[in-house]
C-alpha cells in the first residue's frame, strides 16, 4: 500500500511530465512542406540583446502583464486540476474507504498551494519573467501584450488547447501514415549497403 507522501510525489511528476509534454508541443512548429529532400533545420530562437541585464520592475510588470494575457499563466491552475485528479485517483485505488467529500479538501489544499505560490517571490510568473526576458525585447513583450489583447489574439488563447490535442492526433495519424513507406525506404538503403534486414 502506498503512502499519501508517494502518492502525492508520483501525482506531481506524473503531472510536470505531461504539462512539460504539452510545453514541447505547443512550442514546436510544424514544418513547412517542400519538394527538398533535406531536412529542416531547427536553429536556436535568439536571446534578448538585454538578457544579461537586470530586469526592471517596469518590465517585469509587462512581462506579467503578457503572461496574463496570452493565458501563460493557466499552466498553473492545470497543473493544479491535473494534480488533484491525480492525487484522488491514486487515493481511491489505494484507500478505497476513504469518504468522497474527502477528495473536495485535497483539490482545496492543492489549489491553494498553487495560488500562494504563483505571483510569491520565486513564483511561477517569476520564473515565467526570466525566462521571458531571456528571449524577448520589452519592446516585443508590449507587441505580443497587444496581440493577445486583440480579439484575435484572445481567440487564439481560447482555442490553442483544442488546437494542440487535434494537432497531435493529426500527427499521429500522418505518422502512421507514411510508417510503411519510410520503413520500406530505410530497408531498401540498408540493402543497398550490404545490410540485410
Same mark, same amino acid.
Request: proline share 6%; charged share 20%; hydrophobic share 40%.
Given at each position: ?17 505531461? +504539462?512539460?509534454?504539452?510545453? =514541447?508541443?505547443?512550442? /514546436? ?48 491552475? /492545470? ?42 517571490? &520565486?513564483?511561477?510568473?517569476? !520564473?515565467?519573467?526570466? +525566462?521571458?526576458?531571456?528571449?524577448? /525585447? ?6 505580443? /501584450? ?16 483544442? !488546437? ?6 493529426? &500527427? ?13 525506404? =530505410? ?11
Amino acid at each position: 500500500m502506498y503512502s499519501y507522501s508517494k502518492i502525492t510525489q508520483k501525482a506531481v511528476w506524473a503531472c510536470l511530465l505531461a +504539462l512539460g509534454c504539452q510545453v =514541447v508541443l505547443a512550442q /514546436t512548429e510544424p514544418e513547412a512542406s517542400t519538394s527538398s529532400p533535406n531536412p529542416t533545420i531547427m536553429v536556436p530562437a535568439p536571446l534578448n540583446p538585454a538578457a544579461g541585464q537586470p530586469i526592471s520592475a517596469d518590465e517585469r510588470s509587462d512581462i506579467a502583464a503578457l503572461l496574463h494575457a496570452s493565458g501563460a499563466i493557466n499552466i498553473a491552475r /492545470t497543473f493544479s486540476v491535473n494534480l488533484t485528479i491525480q492525487i484522488s485517483e491514486m487515493l481511491k485505488k489505494s484507500r478505497p474507504d476513504i469518504p468522497a467529500g474527502v477528495f473536495d479538501l485535497i483539490g482545496d489544499e492543492v489549489n491553494k498551494v498553487v495560488a500562494a505560490s504563483l505571483e510569491a517571490k &520565486g513564483g511561477l510568473v517569476d !520564473l515565467y519573467v526570466q +525566462l521571458y526576458h531571456k528571449y524577448f /525585447t520589452r519592446d516585443e513583450i508590449k507587441q505580443l /501584450t497587444v496581440f493577445y489583447s486583440s480579439p484575435l489574439g484572445r481567440k487564439m488563447q481560447s482555442v490553442s488547447p483544442s !488546437l494542440l490535442r487535434d494537432s497531435v492526433a493529426v &500527427g499521429q495519424r500522418w505518422g502512421q501514415m507514411i510508417s510503411p513507406q519510410i520503413q520500406q525506404r =530505410v530497408r531498401e538503403r540498408l540493402q543497398q549497403s550490404g545490410v540485410n534486414m
